[in-house]
């Protein structure tokens, strides 16, 4: 008995030298590399093939330092300008994981929009960029990129806030786009958002979170007045944000490993998103796209999951029904997805995308 308990002490005290080596490498290790992450130097990764593109460059637009990324195979296929959403949420860091389909048909340009991500620049102020700001760079953005890959005109996509955005350049420069195409599409903000306090208060009732859906039925008010939206945190709980990705764990196993954002440019991003993204919401709710833009003189496609509740389909369809202008209209429902179709079914978005653009 007496060396069991000897052996068994042993093995306690190997134990506790094992765990304290750890926490010493650990101590480190981890600050060496966020160090090391804060400076990475960043890159995409190439693109075999002669004509592929693949970049990751810095431009000025309008007097300011934008970065965006190119990608694709085939420098002669389709050009496609993708608006990110948040507002100052980039999908840079992630976005190559869920359009690798896509490459093989179009050339896809991202671009982090001024002051968020690898766009901000530290001690500038961006209190005063407004939606206008951005859809003036977008503008700009796009003329470069249709003189820089020598296209005449380039298919517009927008996501959730980059809908906003990049519906009003559609409406002002019908001439550079070839089409437009809303995905989590903004359409009546308060409309919306009630459509989907709706749906995040049944779905607490059929799980039996009463309390939940007392709080949500507090907000409704505060939401009807527009001064305040349906708090996201339900949203995701709810299953109306995402339902077949993780975009949280995206982004944190992009900020500490990808190649394309380093921890400098995380820093970016989060605080534009703290800084700058109630009041860019704010106009939105105050300014609905719906008000601000009633007409569209190109085809344009609106793709929505069917459980969106960061934008609602329901809102974006009566928006759809009501724009006016030359070109045919399609609202196009992804039945299995949230607030991101082009993610959460990338094989059947590539595959609409094919077949809408290149026949």
């Known amino acids: 008995m007496e060396k069991q308990n000897v052996k068994t002490s042993e093995e306690k005290t190997s134990k506790r030298k094992t765990i304290k080596r750890i926490l010493l490498i650990a101590v480190l290790v981890v600050p060496v590399f966020l160090l090391i992450r804060f400076i990475f130097p960043t890159w995409t990764p190439k693109i075999p093939g002669s004509n592929s593109i693949s970049e990751l ?26 608006v990110h959403g948040g507002p100052c949420c980039s999908e840079i860091p992630y976005v190559r994981k869920y359009q690798d389909e896509l490459e093989n048909d179009f050339t896809i340009v991202h671009y982090d929009q001024r002051g968020s991500g690898k766009s901000y620049r530290s001690g500038t102020d961006y209190s005063d960029v407004t939606a206008k700001t951005h859809v003036d760079d977008l503008i700009a953005m796009t003329e470069y990129i249709r003189d820089y890959l020598d296209k005449d005109k380039v298919i517009l996509l927008g996501h959730s806030y ?172 992804f039945e299995e997805s949230a607030h991101y179709p082009q993610f959460e079914e990338k094989q059947e978005f590539s595959k609409w995308m094919r077949e809408t653009f290149k026949g």
């Open 57 to 82: 460059r810095s431009v000025t637009v309008n007097g300011a330092d934008l970065t965006l990324m190119i990608r694709g195979t085939d420098k002669e296929n389709p050009v496609l300008i993708f």
């Open 162 to 333: 980059g809908t906003y955005i990049a519906t009003q350049a559609a409406a002002i420069r019908p001439d550079l786009y070839e089409a437009y195409v809303g995905i989590g599409q903004m359409s009546d903000t308060i409309h919306s958002e009630l459509n989907t306090l709706d749906k995040c208060i049944a779905a607490a009732e059929e799980k039996g979170n009463q309390a939940d859906a007392e709080e949500l039925r507090s907000l409704k008010p505060s939401i009807q007045n527009g001064d305040f939206i349906t708090p996201r945190n339900y949203v995701r709980k709810y299953g109306f944000g995402a339902r077949k990705i993780d975009d949280n764990r995206d982004y944190s196993l992009a900020f500490l490993f990808g190649t394309e954002y380093n921890l400098s440019d995380a820093a970016g991003f989060y605080i534009a998103s703290m800084k700058y993204q109630d009041g860019l919401i704010k106009e939105a709710l105050d300014h609905p796209i719906s008000e601000i833009v009633t007409s569209l003189d190109i085809p344009v496609y609106f793709v929505m999951g069917k459980y969106d509740g960061m934008t609602s389909p329901e809102a974006a369809n009566e928006y759809l029904d009501s724009i006016g202008g030359e070109g045919g209209r399609e609202m196009v429902i």
